[in-house]
């Protein structure tokens, strides 16, 4: 990869601001919109994130719909049935965020039954995996089989567990910064995408930064995606 990518949660409904309704800040700036409709457990459409995920897709932006795994607690099948649904109800997706992934060796064999099944239904498809945490590097990829594209490894309130202090897993290194993913909520973002404590420094090559807090910190569009910071995250997409 050599170009930055800012990770984007959206927790809220569509219409209320944002991106995901196709209004990219930053051309140069690789945008990835994770969805998310009723915890993405759901049996229709909602029509307004038809019209934001496909007005999305159009400004060729990625969308991945979200799933919930309770760190390998959840049933298998209960995942696939939402799995199914989102590509039956919102087919433009381009993969899925498995939130609550597990993190040690244990529960390795469930997540890549996970990737193995969704990959048989949608070929190609793009998986992020949230652990929030450092994880087994077979979690990305075990021989030479890739299982998620990229894992989550820090997922923090950046007034009690600083970012700065953050680095990545020496087995993951090698892999590259598209493996690497990082989600910052309660902080000043500027400070996470440019300079020595940044992301490009730390080589992460997905980066959410907000300054929201509170119980649902995505609910909200931060406030640099319209403050002029922007510019200063396009002056770090120069690879790695």
Sequence with gaps: MRRHHTARPRFETPGHGGVIGGRNPAKGVEITLIANPSSGTFTSADPNYTAAINGAVAKKLRVLGYVHTTYAQRKLQDVMTDVTNWL??????????????????AQLAYYKNLFAAIRRLRPGAFIVGN???????????DGNVTQANTVVLWENND???AFAGFSVPTAIQPLGPERVAAIVYNCSPLKYITGTSGARAKRVGYIFVTDKTGGNPYGNVPGYWTSGEIPAIIATNTGF
């Design 88 to 105: 039956k109800y919102y087919p433009k997706i381009s993969g899925f965020f498995v939130d609550e992934q597990a993190s040690t060796a």
């Design 159 to 161: 007034r009690v567990h």
């Design 131 to 141: 652990p929030g945490t450092a994880c087994d590097v077979r979690y990305l990829v």
